[in-house]
Structures are given as C-alpha cells and as structure tokens.
C-alpha cells in the first residue's frame, strides 16, 4: 500500500506547532484517555505521525493530521494500532479478492503448511487468513 508521507513543511510546522513537547495524547499512544504526553522533544528524535488519519489513506499528508510525538509515543502506536489497524486492511482486501472464501475460488488455491502452521496462497506464496468454514 503506498503511504502519504508529509512534506518538509508539514513537519517543520508540527514540530513548531507542538512547542518542543510530544503532541501524542489518549490511549491510542498509550496515554490515559485524553491525556498529552508532552515529553519534551529538544534533542531528541521526533516522529510526525499520521492520526488520525491512516497514512495509507489519501489526504492523511496534512498538517491537521501530523503529530510531533516522541519515538515512545509513536512506537506504542505503531504496535498496537497501526499494524493491526494495517492487518485489517489486508484481511478486508484479501475477502474483497475472494480468495478466503471457499468455492469462489477452487480450495486448492489455498493450502495449508504444516511446516509454517499458516494457510498460503499458492498462486502467490502470500500467508492467508484461514478459509472459513
Ligand atoms: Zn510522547
């Protein structure tokens, strides 16, 4: 999936923006709901987020939707919410193709691995969500 990554001027104004303090705020980054995280940034590697727009998503490259967050914030993030959050799309696109679902397409398109433990794809040797039953 391509990503939208935010121009040089839409991070130079984050960071202006965030006053030098981390602008991550509530659970998605791991905080108490509503919370800003405000670690102080100065001297330290800051990462320009995209929330809450996904940066897979058209649009998301704005300043509206950059946060200044410390690598903290943006780690816990990037664990718990975008990967999953990225999983989804790709099990939502995999139905989308029909291949998960058995008698669209031949069963033996998908066949399982005894040796990973995970279904695959043998078209494209992709790792598939499990045909449902
Ligand atoms: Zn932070």
Not at 7 to 31: F, I
Not at 36 to 42: E, G, H, I, P, Q
Not at 99 to 118: E, N
Request: net charge positive.
């Amino acid at each position: 999936m391509p990503r939208h990554n935010f121009s040089a001027k839409v991070k130079r104004q984050a960071h202006e923006r965030s006053g030098g303090h981390c602008e991550a705020v509530g659970e998605v980054y791991g905080l108490p709901p509503g919370q800003r995280c405000n670690a102080a940034l100065a001297g330290k590697r800051v990462e320009i987020d995209h929330y809450p727009i996904p940066a897979t998503d058209e649009g998301s490259d704005v300043l509206e939707n950059a946060v200044a967050c410390c690598t903290k914030c943006h780690g816990h993030k990037t664990a718990t919410y975008d990967v999953p959050m990225q999983a989804k799309g790709k099990r939502v696109a995999t139905r989308h193709l029909g291949i998960s679902q058995p008698g669209t397409l031949p069963g033996a398109r998908i066949k399982y691995s005894r040796a990973r433990g995970v279904w695959v794809d043998r078209a494209t040797g992709q790792i598939v969500e499990a045909p449902q039953q």
